[in-house]
T-cell receptor
Framework: KNQVEQSPQSLIILEGKNCTLQ??????????LRWYKQDTGRGPVSLTI?????NTKSNGRYTATLDADTKQSSLHITASQLSDSASYIC?????????????FGRGTQLTVWP | EADIYQTPRYLVIGTGKKITLECSQT?????MYWYQQDPGMELHLIHY???????EKGDLSSESTVSRIRTEHFPLTLESARPSHTSQYLC????????????FGDGTRLSIL
């Protein structure tokens, strides 16, 4: 069964600290893995997309890694800011169709305290 | 910021009413999607479209219907709302191949009394 599991479910950190969010998946065949940021009451916003051949991609203070062999990904946030408080969603796409079916994780709810 | 808009943002309405949730994008994207999201849960695809006059049902069974008469417009309709339809509905669009990101609207939070 194709699944995407994220951990931790929630996380609280102090402003300025670093953190790492985890994503494990069983989706096959694999096409790409995406990380989205969803602020409360808003739609998800794409942070990174990685294909099979990419093992790291950065977007400002966000760095995503991908290990396609172990089917694991992480999102590292450096020097956290209050505005980083949001849900971070891992999404994996398969190669089963032109649409590229997406499998969504439930997200990690990050809270950054001052 | 992606140019995809959903209206209304919030809707509280009684059981049995007909509802249309609007979604428009100005990016000229061929593919559009409707997702349903409950608090703390993953997004579930309920409808998608490859282009004008193309609509397909998604993974999650839904009593809603969609239409795609124009590229930029992808409305979702519930003929007779029920409390079980209470949820957040997110519209998205994308272009190109499956490695392109989906751009999401800010959603409609629907509450059926």
């Amino acid at each position: 069964k194709n699944q995407v599991e994220q951990s931790p479910q929630s996380l609280i950190i102090l402003e300025g600290k670093n953190c790492t969010l985890q994503c494990n998946y069983t989706v096959s065949p694999f096409s790409n893995l995406r990380w989205y940021k969803q602020d409360t009451g808003r739609g998800p916003v794409s942070l990174t997309i990685m294909t099979f051949s990419e093992n790291t991609k950065s977007n400002g203070r966000y760095t995503a890694t991908l290990d396609a062999d172990t089917k694991q990904s992480s999102l590292h946030i450096t020097a956290s800011q209050l505005s980083d408080s949001a849900s971070y969603i891992c999404v994996v796409s398969d190669r089963g169709s032109t649409l590229g079916r997406l499998y969504f994780g439930r997200g990690t709810q990050l809270t950054v305290w001052p | 910021e992606a140019d995809i808009y959903q209206t209304p943002r919030y809707l509280v309405i009684g059981t049995g009413k007909k509802i249309t949730l609007e979604c428009s994008q100005t990016m000229g994207h061929d593919k559009m999607y409707w997702y349903q999201q409950d608090p703390g849960m993953e997004l579930h695809l309920i409808h998608y479209s490859y282009g004008v006059n193309s609509t397909e049902k998604g993974d999650l069974s839904s009593e809603s219907t969609v239409s795609r008469i124009r590229t930029e417009h992808f409305p979702l309709t519930l003929e007779s709302a029920r409390p079980s339809h209470t949820s957040q509905y997110l519209c998205a669009s994308s272009d190109g191949d499956s490695n392109q990101p989906q751009h999401f609207g800010d959603g409609t939070r629907l509450s059926i009394l």
